[in-house]
């Protein structure tokens, strides 16, 4: 994989890029695998291919084990990489080797001497914490409590949360805090009183933003162009493949609906081939290679975050999601068609 930045960055990224490629393509591909490794038959891809890069890349002692410690981005991908497994348990876990499994836990574990930023770095941590629960090994009760009751004082009303102590206008709420705080409260369920109730208002919360994320999308497909990391192109809309994966999208968002909106965004943002370079690999950009587009900490493994818009490839193909007709999405509904539509109402809680 060739480490990709934007012209004049100094940082060297060679060390990290690897494990943010992989961390992130499994974020977004867990689901398929896990519904490929339970069904008979499937063709799609090949789970075993996929078991043996990632115990290749985790292995105890190998040369070609991924950096899990030195300096701080490995926290972020250890994390996605955390997540995959908890969104596929059987392809990613309970169906590896216990040699494995050990490599597994042991690189999630060496994260902890990694300090987070005080932001939705927070998440990070209390997911690799979440990820060594489900794995059945020790894990920090305090790390995850403080991630969760930290972002519930930073919750800025109507299904949004600052990204630390400041609200910033782009997609994290996206990109990490609504995925990650689904899962991890949804993966918890029962430990305890207090994150049980903040799951049951985070849901209504996590509504509300893909509510507002579906109304971002332009009838070509194309979304505002705001704040950080626009390279992660459609992963923008994270939390939207999400609940449609989970079978949880509003009840103003029909399936077909869904579908044929971020269909769009995928499409607007991956189907070029002005995306990829010569060998294939996504370049920095957004509608193109547009290598300014990328900050500091951005490189080729960052950009793999666009899988997570795939995350409905694990729903079943007799799912109402791919079998409902394509409808107009909101933008098209309003503009487009001129439909006479109910006003958008904030959520107070």
Known sequence: MPVETAPGVARDRRSVSALEALGRLFAGLAPVLERQARETGATLLDVGEFQALLADSIAHGSGRRLNFTRGQQPLVDAAFLAHAMLRAPRALWSDLPHCVQ????????????????FNNWLLFAAMIETALYRMGHDWDRMRVDYALRQHAQWYAGDGTYSDGPHLRWDYYNSYVIHPMLDDILESLSGQSKVWDKLQATHR???????????????????????????????GAFHSMAQLALKDRLPEA???????AALMAVIRRTLESDAHYDSAGWLRIGLSSAQPDLGESYIS????????????????????????????PWTQQRLWGLSENMPADKALDK
Do not use: K, N
């Not at 050990?102 to 930023?117: M, S, V, Y």
């Not at 795939?310 to 109402?320: I, K, M, R, T, V």
């Open 300 to 327: 080729t493994g960052s950009l793999y975050l666009a899988s997570t818009a795939f995350l409905p490839l694990g729903l079943p193909a007799d799912h109402a999601f791919w079998t409902d007709p394509a409808m």
């Open 204 to 234: 209504l919360r996590m509504e509300r933003h893909v509510t507002l994320l579906e109304r971002m999308i332009a009838a070509d497909g194309s979304f505002p162009p705001i704040g950080r990391s626009l390279s992660y192109r459609c």
């Open 102 to 117: 050990d490599d597994f836990a042991e690189a999630l574990r060496a994260t902890r001497q990694i300090t987070p930023h």
């Open 253 to 259: 968002l029909p399936q077909g609906q869904v579908r």
